[in-house]
Nanobody, 127 residues
Framework: QVQLVESGGGLVQAGGSLRVSCAAS????????MAWFRQAPGKEREFVAG????????GYADSVKDRFTISRDNAKSTLYLQMNSLKPEDTAVYYC????????????????????WGQGTQVTVSS
């Protein structure tokens, strides 16, 4: 079983950048498909970015495409989300998630697919 802990959230001005991290313990991230989700107050949790087990495939929500970059470092058992050109509407609690799937190349876009979740890290973008 893998435990996930996010870090790196904070307050940033619109147009700025931030990198959030998700450190895994208990097991290495190898073999897990990973993703970032976010949830703003009063809204449902939504997919932000995902990466396949192999790391070769990545997917993004339209709202963050070309601004956010997901990456994984299996040697460090850490998942990252680099966020550039941040907007006030990016304000949310950001969660990392993991699952051990059958496919090494598929990206999983729905939160119900994921077995393991971190506690979240708050990202606030001021206008």
């Amino acid at each position: 079983q893998v435990q996930l802990v996010e870090s790196g959230g904070g307050l940033v001005q619109a147009g700025g950048s931030l990198r959030v991290s998700c450190a895994a313990s208990g097991r290495t991230l190898s073999g897990y498909a990973m993703a970032w989700f976010r949830q703003a107050p009063g809204k449902e949790r939504e997919f932000v970015a995902g990466v396949s087990v192999s790391g070769g495939n990545k997917g993004y929500a339209d709202s963050v495409k070309d601004r956010f970059t997901i990456s994984r470092d299996n040697a460090k058992s850490t998942l990252y989300l680099q966020m550039n050109s941040l907007k006030p509407e990016d304000t949310a609690v950001y969660y990392c998630a993991a699952l051990m799937p059958y496919s090494t190349t598929r990206i999983y876009y729905t939160s119900s697919a994921y077995n393991y979740w971190g506690q979240g890290t708050q990202v606030t973008v001021s206008s």
